[in-house]
């Protein structure tokens, strides 16, 4: 009974105006970027076993292991019995459920570039249902188009409770239990139960829960940015803002070593120019919590002597998620030399000094806050 309240509450409060609050700089910052296959364009999610899931460029839908290796692939995951029937031709950034032995649920929708209707061809939208394990199509629950023209995202909720989307100003809740095999066979379209006015100016592209919070990402307005919703009170803050050039896609949170935010970015930028990350691959960003977001180093030797050249041992590390994880691809300087962390974390510079005095090493890497340690050389 007090869901059913809280969800009444959050329908009522659609209707009125929605705080906004500025983050004290971006309360996310850039961690790591990694190049991904161009398939993996349009969104993805992860189950409770660590598997990865991803779709795009329209219609594939992939899984991969933590280390995103691929397991499994499927060109075209809309049957061409349901495209024929309903014109869905686009999966959006999906989201992984734990019902039915677990399911991802598929946003879908139909999009023809230049078409009239911002190249809405069919009108509707879906939750499509596939199988994780072997990507195959289990069923489809249309969405009443008298709420939403067209599924772009989806997103459940951390209780399982609520499938989210939205539509234009909305943010949308459907009951977890009305995407089902028996809804599907009925042929019913079903309705959301919440309706909260907090959509973002940046508008949506994918989204993830974080902390309680709705994390939505998008650019409509211009730059890419990352927005959070208190989905109980419509109340959104601007977490972080990401100054690339590039498409804004789905979003995830997990903590895999590399982030605990993981956002799609392709080369496709809408202004027209040249991408930041370059072409022919999506770009996947990784973020942290500005809180966790300065590096660790440790050296070795600790001191130096002058006249002498030594190999300098370090290794960075980044806490974040309540436990260290060592960081890769850190920019490490020390007395006019500079080396890189392997995957161990762990770079090695050939430093000499032919005075006594002090020898400052510094680790960087994206958006982290640089570690430093000065080594005292006698």
């Known amino acids: ?25 971006d309360a996310l910052r850039l961690a790591d970027a990694r190049p991904i296959p161009l398939e993996y364009f349009q969104g993805l999610t992860h189950d409770r076993a660590g598997a990865r899931y991803f779709d795009g460029v329209t219609v594939g839908l992939y899984r991969t292991g933590r280390s995103l290796r691929e397991t499994g692939r499927v060109a075209n995951a809309i049957p061409p019995a349901v495209s024929a029937a309903f014109g869905f031709n686009h999966i959006g950034d999906l989201t992984w459920d734990g019902a039915e032995g677990g399911r991802l649920i598929l946003p879908l929708e139909c999009f023809t570039p230049g078409a009239p209707n911002g190249g809405n061809t069919c009108g509707q939208g879906a939750f499509g249902v596939a199988d994780p394990v072997s990507l195959g199509w289990r069923y489809l629950v249309p969405l009443d188009p008298a709420d939403i023209a067209k599924a772009m995202w989806a997103e459940v909720s951390p209780d399982g409770a609520f499938v989210w989307t939205s539509s234009g100003p909305d943010l949308l809740a459907y009951r977890a239990a009305d995407v089902s095999a028996a809804n599907a066979a009925a042929g019913v379209r ?74 799609i970015v392709t080369p496709f930028d809408p202004r027209g120019r040249p991408p930041t990350y370059g072409t022919g691959h999506a770009e996947l960003l990784s973020f942290v919590p500005a809180a966790d977001s300065r590096l660790r180093m440790t050296v070795a030797p600790a001191r130096l002597r002058a006249g002498r050249a030594a190999t300098l041992r370090v290794r960075v590390t980044l806490r974040f998620g309540g436990r260290a994880h060592v960081v890769a691809g850190a920019r490490v300087r020390a007395a006019g030399r500079t080396a890189t962390t392997d995957a161990r974390g762990i770079a090695r ?12 090493v510094r680790a960087t890497k994206e958006r982290l806050r640089a570690a430093t340690v000065p080594l005292a050389v006698d």
């Open 1 to 25: 009974m007090r869901r059913a309240a809280a969800a009444c509450a959050v329908a009522v409060l659609g209707l009125a105006v929605v705080p906004v609050a500025r983050a004290s700089g």
């Open 190 to 263: 079903i309705r959301p139960a919440v309706r909260v006015r907090a959509v973002p100016p940046s508008g949506i592209t994918g989204a993830a829960f974080l902390n309680g919070r709705l994390l939505l990402a998008g650019q409509a307005a211009g730059p890419l940015q990352l927005w959070s919703v208190d989905v109980r009170t419509g109340a959104r803050r601007l977490e972080a803002e990401l100054p690339v050039s590039g498409e804004s896609e789905g979003l995830d949170v997990v903590d895999d070593g590399h982030g605990l935010v993981h956002w």
């Open 349 to 360: 510079l050939r430093v000499r000094r032919t005075h006594p005095g002090v020898v400052r």
